[in-house]
Structure formats: structure tokens, C-alpha cells
């Protein structure tokens, strides 16, 4: 995804035509835009080629004020000659749009302008002249402005100020310097799809109120199943609203796989189960058990080796020891791309003790399962194809808008028989069409938001390929980045060798700590420098990248990468960035 100066804004033709950076193309990329969307085309030109003052990164806290524009015709006459009289949002209220009679004018003449300042917010994600953050403190925010909600309601000049100020602090994460969480950057065709979800809000639980969505939903999983390794994509699954919510899924039916009789009667008709997973894995494991009564202290964590991954013989050793207790194992739960390292366990030799002693096999491939679609990398999950169900989180190293979430699951109709609730008032069983694809039994959820399309979309438009190019290229800028700083003077990595995945740990040494012996004061210090640089970095607001403690390795950088915008350039700042920042600790 590269930036408007980049011909972001252009047709993709080859002889450059429809390019804005092209001079004589532009104004007729502007004069086509307008065509078609009117005051949003106008408006969008003036921002991109200077016919009107771009909007100042910073200043006073009111943002600009909206209050009038020429409203749009709701007539038929295309083009029309009507007059476009003037609407003033100071006179107008919610009431005063759709469905109010006669509400065609104000509603789109509003939604224009909520567009516009949509698009001027999507332009400056991308120029890396503006701010990743306009930081405030807490505190600072809630006395500037008034957040309270009131009896009375406020007019539509109003609400588009809210709309204003709530961008004018959000948090730019399709900036190309915004690395600091496992979900980042900014997808067009994305974001298109989750305006048409929202347009369209509807409910996902059965194929009569969403019938496109729910076919979609169908071939996008049979698609994901068959990348993983089962045969023709057989098997079912579900998009969830997380990765949390999958593993939890995940672990909700091999519960009822090995106990179907605790759906009836509870954890009380069942022997002490177990669970395990790494002491690297994510938190959710431990919160699914507690969410299921199961209980956080039945979730035995694996100890890893240097580089993150799962231990086999420990994980065995540790299955013998539950049973000689009497307890039961009933699940393991493997990591293909840990939030911290980005390390993937060992699935071949966790599959085999899995099958050994007959334990249901999950990997919580949040993170990692987007490398399913890079012929270079998929060999990072060797051994998926062996699991009885795989969390798969798109809106993370694939880059679909948030959220999208899916648990894919090998057996057909387990998901069902686990879930089903028999609800006849909503699941009629003499319905005129296939009941099959009425999803809304097998969740745990009753509403359910439309995640897939953003998903589906972004893969027509795409292609598999593309996907593969964005993941190649993401993990190409990790490797740079550690080819940088691994024998960098001030950096020291968390651990040896190249990460295997976009995350690159690393502390950042100041000049002031690299002449101290390597003892307990070092690295209490040391734990202060990271959290300093990074509450600088939000200050200046230039950039953000996340650190955090594991085990007995005090603060580190966790840099990761997933915006497919983002350069060479950009981690050659970021690392300039952090000396600048840090220098003086």
C-alpha cells in the first residue's frame, strides 16, 4: 500500500495516466472524482493538490467548525439543473434526517461531509510529515472537551465536530510508522468493505436475513481450511470477535468432543480436565479455562527453549504427570507466532504426542497463520494440517480491518453438535431453503457482526498472491531491521539469531549503561529506559513501537511489522528515533 505521493490515488494504468503525480493527468483524476462523488471528489482534489489549505496537524482544541454546505439533489434527473440550497447543520438535528420525510437533502448533504472528513483522516495516515499520535493525558482530554452525554440533543454541526475531534485524536494506525501492536496499517478495499457491512447491518445467524454474507462466509472458510492441509477444505468453522473468543472455542468443543455430556450437565458430570500450552502462548488459553470453569490453575504451561518455542519432552513429561494424578488432558494448545517473539512451536512433534496419547490438537495461529499464504515462509507451520482446530486471526499479519477472527475446526458438524440450543423461534426447521447454511446454532454468539467481507474482499481484490507479497514483504523489513541493529553499537538482542517472524526484540543500550559491568543494578536501570522512550515517542508523537518484561528478561522493544506501507526509511527513523530519544538516559 504506498501513499498518495506514491500514486496511492491512481487508476494503475501503465503509461501513468490517472496518476495525481502525473501533472497533466491530475486535474482530470479530479474532474472524474468530483463526477462521481460530488462534494467529497471537490474536497479530497483540494486536499491532495493544494487548491485549498490542508488541515494543520495541530492547534486549538475546537477543530474546524462544518456549518453549512449545498446540500445534494434526491431528484432523478441525471444531471439535474435543481438549485442547491444552503443546509444549516446549526438548524438540524438527527430527527431531520433519514427516515424523516423529506430528509434526502440533509442526509446526503451530512454524509458527504462525514465522508469528507473520513478521507482527509485516511490521507494523512499515510504522510509521514503528521503525527502517529496528537498525545493527551487522560486527564488533559477530559477537561478540554465535554464528553458527557445530555437530555437535549445536539445538532448536526455539533456531531460533525465530535466526528472532528474523535480523529483528531485517534491513534493514526495506518501510519507507516506505527508498529506497536500485531494488527496495524490501513487497507482500502478493507475499509470499503466495512462501510458497505455497516450500510448494510445485518446479522450473520442465518442465510435469510444475509444471504450473500453467509455463502461468503462458507467459501472463505472451505478456502482457509484447504490452505491449512485438509483435504478439499472439509471440516467447519466460524469468524469470532477474536482470537481470545477462537481459543476459547477451541477449547468449548474438545471439552464436548472427549465429555459430550457436560453440555447438559456440567463441569460437576466430568473428571478433572487439563490443558496445556506454553509459558509463551497467549493469555487467552488461561482466560478461556477460567471462562469455561475449567479453572487457570488446570492450564499447565510447557517451558520453552531460548527462541520461544514449546519444548516436546517437556510437554510430554508433564501429560505423564497429570495422568498418574488422575487427572485427564484434553487439550494442547500450540503457538504458531507468539505476541512476544514471534516463535513458532514444534506442530510435528506436538501433533505425534498429541495422537500418542489422544489429545485434541489446537494452534493458536493468530499471529502466525497469515505465513499459511507465503509459499517462502508456510513452512514455519509444518504440522498444521495435523490439528483439530486452527485460530486464524486475518486482521493481524494479513492486514484486514478489525475485527476478523476465524476458528476453523477439521470435523464437520462438531461445532454444531456442541453449540445447538434447538432455538425454533429463530432456527424454524421448515424453512424453503437449506437449513445447512443457517450458522447462527453452532456460535455461542446470537448476533453476530459481518467480519468476512472484508476478508473476501480484499482476496478478490488481491488475490492469493498479493497476500503473499504484502506477508514477503513484512518479514523482509524484520529481517532488515535485524540485520541493522544486531551488531549496532547501544543494542543488545533478546535473543540470538533471526527472528522468525516480524517481531525483533532488542534492548536499547544508553551511553550512560555501556560502560556497567552486567549485574543487578544494570539491569534495573536498563528496565527504565524502554518505558521512558517509548512515553517520548508519544509525546513527540513520531512514532510508536511496544515494549514489555518476559520472565527474567527486564523491558525490551517488541518491534513488529504488519503494514505493508511501511520502508526501509521508516525503520531507519524509528532506529534514529530511539537514539534521539534515549541518549540522554
Not at 478521507?119 to 487522560?138: A, E
Not at 453438535?417 to 445447512?436: E, G, R, T, V
Amino acid at each position: 500500500m504506498a501513499s498518495p505521493g506514491s500514486g496511492f490515488w491512481s487508476f494503475g494504468s501503465e503509461d501513468g495516466s490517472g496518476d495525481p503525480e502525473n501533472p497533466g493527468t491530475a486535474r482530470a483524476w479530479c474532474q472524474v472524482a468530483q463526477k462521481f462523488t460530488g462534494g467529497i471528489g471537490n474536497k479530497l482534489c483540494a486536499l491532495l493538490y493544494g487548491d485549498a489549505e490542508k488541515p494543520a496537524e495541530s492547534g486549538g482544541s475546537e477543530p474546524p467548525r462544518a456549518t453549512s454546505r449545498k446540500a445534494a439533489c434526491a431528484c432523478n434527473q441525471k444531471p439535474c439543473s435543481c438549485p442547491k440550497t444552503d443546509v444549516n447543520y446549526a438548524f438540524l438535528h438527527a430527527t431531520d434526517l433519514l427516515p424523516a420525510c423529506d430528509g434526502e437533502r440533509p442526509t446526503l448533504a451530512f454524509l458527504q461531509d462525514v465522508m469528507d472528513i473520513l478521507l482527509q483522516y485516511v490521507v494523512k495516515s499515510f504522510d509521514r510529515s503528521t503525527k502517529v499520535i496528537d498525545f493527551h493525558y487522560p486527564n488533559e482530554l477530559l477537561q478540554e472537551y465535554n464528553w458527557e452525554l445530555a437530555d437535549q440533543p445536539q445538532n448536526l454541526e455539533e456531531i460533525l465536530m465530535h466526528c472532528q475531534t474523535t480523529l483528531k485524536y485517534a491513534i493514526k494506525t495506518g501510519h507507516p510508522r506505527y508498529f506497536n501492536q500485531l494488527s496495524t496499517g490501513l487497507d482500502m478495499v478493507g475499509l470499503a468493505a466495512d462501510w458497505l457491512t455497516s450500510t448494510a447491518n445485518t446479522n450473520m445467524f442465518t442465510y435469510e436475513i444475509a444471504p450473500v454474507f453467509v455463502l461468503l462466509e462458507y467459501v472463505t472458510l472451505k478456502k482457509m481450511r484447504e490452505i491449512i492441509g485438509w483435504p478439499g477444505g472439509s471440516g467447519d468453522g466460524i469468524f469470532s470477535p477474536g482470537g481470545a473468543i477462537s481459543n476459547m472455542y477451541a477449547m468449548l468443543i474438545a471439552r464436548f468432543k472427549m465429555f459430550p455430556e457436560v453440555k447438559e450437565k456440567g463441569m460437576a458430570a466430568v473428571p478433572r480436565l487439563i490443558a496445556f500450552t506454553s509459558e509463551h502462548s497467549h493469555f487467552s488459553l488461561k482466560k478461556g479455562a477460567a471462562a469455561l470453569g475449567i479453572g487457570t490453575d488446570s492450564v499447565i504451561l510447557i517451558k520453552c527453549d531460548e527462541r520461544g518455542k514449546m519444548i516436546p519432552s517437556d510437554l510430554e513429561r508433564r501429560i505423564l504427570e497429570a495422568k498418574q494424578k488422575g487427572f485427564v488432558p484434553f487439550l494442547v494448545s500450540a503457538t504458531a507466532g507468539t505476541t512476544v517473539y514471534g516463535a513458532f512451536d514444534p506442530l510435528i512433534a506436538v501433533a505425534d504426542i498429541c495422537k500418542k496419547y489422544k489429545i485434541w490438537m489446537h494452534v493458536d495461529a493468530a499471529w502466525g497463520g497469515g505465513l499459511l499464504m507465503s509459499r517462502k515462509h508456510k513452512w514455519k507451520l509444518s504440522g498444521v494440517e495435523r490439528a483439530n482446530s486452527v485460530t486464524w486471526n486475518p486482521h493481524k499479519m494479513m492486514g484486514v480491518p478489525l475485527q476478523c477472527s476465524a476458528l476453523l475446526v477439521r470435523e464437520e458438524g462438531l461445532m454444531q453438535s456442541c453449540n445447538q440450543m434447538h432455538a425454533s423461534y429463530l432456527f424454524q426447521q421448515d424453512k424453503h431453503y437449506d437449513l445447512s447454511y443457517d450458522t447462527g446454532d453452532k456460535a455461542l454468539q446470537c448476533g453476530r457482526h459481518v467480519d468476512v467481507f472484508k476478508l473476501w474482499l480484499m482476496w478478490r481484490a488481491k488475490g492469493t498472491t498479493g497476500f503473499e507479497a504484502h506477508i514477503d514483504k513484512c518479514l523482509e523489513l524484520a529481517e532488515y531491521l535485524y540485520n541493522i541493529i544486531k551488531n549496532r553499537e547501544g543494542y543488545e538482542m533478546v535473543f540470538d539469531g533471526k527472528p522468525q517472524h516480524t517481531n525483533v526484540c532488542f534492548w536499547y543500550v544508553p551511553p550512560s549503561l555501556r560502560v556497567l559491568e552486567d549485574n543487578e543494578e544494570r539491569m534495573s536501570r536498563l528496565s527504565k529506559v524502554a518505558p521512558v522512550i517509548k512515553a517520548r515517542m508519544m509525546e513527540y508523537g513520531t512514532t510508536m513501537v511496544s515494549y514489555q518484561p518476559l520472565g527474567d528478561k527486564v523491558n525490551f522493544f517488541r518491534m513488529v511489522i504488519s503494514n505493508p506501507a511501511a520502508t526501509h526509511q521508516d525503520i531507519d527513523f524509528l532506529i534514529e528515533e530511539i537514539e534521539r530519544l534515549g541518549q540522554d538516559l
